[in-house]
């Protein structure tokens, strides 16, 4: 659940609203919920919804819901590609929470064209991913449909009492660490969209394909103070780091060098005249994390990042008390500002 | 997940496989899981997975997927009826393991010609039915699709530490006790695929469209030594008789006068020359609860249960040792068999 509340917008309203609208609409009807259960920590609208677990741990919630031409096309991914990646998108949700996977329940509905085999390959790729982390599908569902391959997993994890990441900052206090790269899932699905020929570009391919939940971070940093808030990157880096912003009043100033852009993105942009920061600030999917840290420790945490993952891991600049106010300093020391693009599914 | 393992048929080798096929292709998969969680109780094959949750609890988990034009029309129910229902399905199976219900992700993907109103009238009606036994929503996903909309639940229970009702008998010495009536779903079903006036049946189209889980049960027995096991009627009396049978290696002897049968039913069947009987056995859809207590307490939990309840709650039969046998006794003292015939959505 990825989104801020609102007031219902003109489209809303209209007939078809679009998935960020749905979302919205959702998210607003959900926190209206009249009954609050017993041990309830963290509702609907940050990555996980948080209930108490026991005295040492609480229990994290996640779902995602992938829609056949909506959010993949099938012919893109073998079954054990799409399970994986199925079990990524959930991942990075645990990730983003400073927690760690445990169970998984996995829903699909099959189209009829849908061979046994594929349904397999789905499903060992989904177990094969979580394994990796100690976690494991313990139940599910399955059921046909008409026409588009449905796959919704539900996974709960855990996290140390009282200490899930939340989207918060502290305004003035806090930098902004990004751990992996910025924009590569989307030009990945853009050269997987056009159907060129992806010659030289196969890590951003992949970056859409095979995105890695960052998990790894979770296990290293879940407890320490330093950290004071988190979300996983899967709106746009924009979208996600004004997510922050606004639960916490606060505002951003972000510097464009730091951007972790990979080399490949670099050179798509470059062939194609396309602006390098804008498609790291608007990517989606890279399920790259943000992470609010004490100043002062911020880069010697980055350091720490990158030597031990062997990924990037930046200070890209620090949450402001400016409430509201997004900017970017470019490299040649303009100061523009930004606002949340993120995007539709496909409208990218 | 409510079916039993067993190797690949033939129609599964096919490209087509039925929804049952596909079910136990599919609980066959996650059930040979490398990984086995930390904390995994009781994984696929119940009516809901462990865990363990803290010294004093388990907490249970399910997920059930529901498919417009599989598993209902959508023309047959407001938003607000489809979301009680969808919430019906999934607190069933809390209340067949003798479980409370407490949060509930819920997954949606709408198509394009379906209204934000009725969007928001699924979200409420599955509020109000988890809020009535203190359960509530607490995130969820929301994504469009082409064709059918598809409804997907997790919800989260508890049971006591070690004392969830599993697909357990005692051979030999449980009665089989039946809470709830049996049939009344599918003919409710049969009513609304006929588009047939239903004067005088309005109680059959309820019992489709609203069923009761019957979470009351489990309330009250949840810590009843004499319960040795339950599922709910969700696949039909004799498929889900059966399935507690084969768990346990026993038989079952059932007296089919005492199946419980609305009289609605009985003149439904009577009006279309159908054998009343086979519909209790067979229905499916009824979210009745079987339960296996111990054969000396059966008649006065039965009778409890009856009058706190104001429900049917039978002493049906019982389970038998000779395994693999499943017996039923009809009013002129015949001796026949019966075998688990279940159904396939939209095929009863």
Redesign the interface.
């Known amino acids: 659940?990825k989104t801020k509340r609102g007031k219902?917008s003109k489209s809303?309203?209209r007939?078809?609203?679009s998935?960020r609208e749905?979302?919205e609409?959702?998210t607003r009807?959900?926190s209206k919920?009249?009954?609050?259960?017993?041990?309830?920590v963290l509702?609907?609208g940050d990555d996980?919804?948080v209930?108490s677990?026991?005295?040492k741990r609480d229990?994290i919630?996640?779902?995602?819901?992938?829609?056949e031409?909506?959010?993949f096309k099938r012919s893109w991914f073998s079954g054990p590609e799409l399970g994986w990646r199925l079990a990524a998108v959930n991942l990075s949700d645990v990730a983003a929470m400073g927690g760690r996977p445990?169970?998984a329940?996995?829903?699909?509905?099959?189209p009829?064209?849908l061979?046994?085999a594929y349904?397999?390959g789905i499903?060992?790729g989904v177990?094969a991913h979580?394994?990796r982390y100690?976690?494991?599908?313990?139940?599910?569902?399955?059921?046909?449909?008409?026409?588009?391959l449905?796959c919704?997993i539900?996974l709960?994890g855990s996290s140390s009492k009282n200490r899930a990441w939340r989207r918060n900052c502290r305004p003035g206090r806090d930098a902004i660490v990004v751990v992996g790269t910025l924009g590569s899932a989307r030009a990945g699905l853009r050269l997987l969209k056009s159907r060129s020929r992806h010659a030289g570009y196969a890590s951003l391919v992949r970056a859409f394909k095979k995105p890695q939940p960052l998990l790894e971070v979770a296990e290293l940093l879940s407890d320490n103070p330093a950290i004071h808030g988190a979300i996983d990157v899967s709106d746009g880096f924009s979208t996600d780091v004004i997510h922050i912003c606004e639960r916490s009043g606060a505002g951003c100033e972000v510097n464009a060098p730091e951007l972790p852009i990979a080399r490949s993105l670099q050179r798509f942009c470059k062939e194609r005249r396309e602006d390098t920061i804008e498609w790291a600030l608007e990517g989606g999917e890279d399920y790259a994390l943000i992470l609010s840290v004490a100043e002062e420790k911020a880069e010697k945490i980055a350091g720490r990042l990158q030597a031990t993952l062997k990924k990037p891991a930046r200070v890209v600049g620090k949450f402001t008390k400016r409430k509201g106010r997004y900017e970017l300093l470019t490299a040649d020391r303009r100061r523009t500002s930004f606002s949340a693009k993120g995007w539709d599914?496909f409208a990218a």
């Open positions: 659940m219902l809303q309203r007939k078809r609203p998935e749905l979302i609409l959702f009807l959900i919920n009249k009954h609050r259960p017993p041990g309830l509702g609907v996980t919804a209930v677990g026991d005295a229990l919630l996640t779902t995602d819901i992938q829609v031409d909506i959010h445990l169970y329940l996995l829903s699909l509905a099959i009829p064209r061979s046994p349904v397999k499903e060992k177990a979580l394994g100690g976690a494991a599908i313990v139940g599910g569902n399955i059921s046909k449909t008409e026409k588009n449905i919704d539900m709960i599914h």
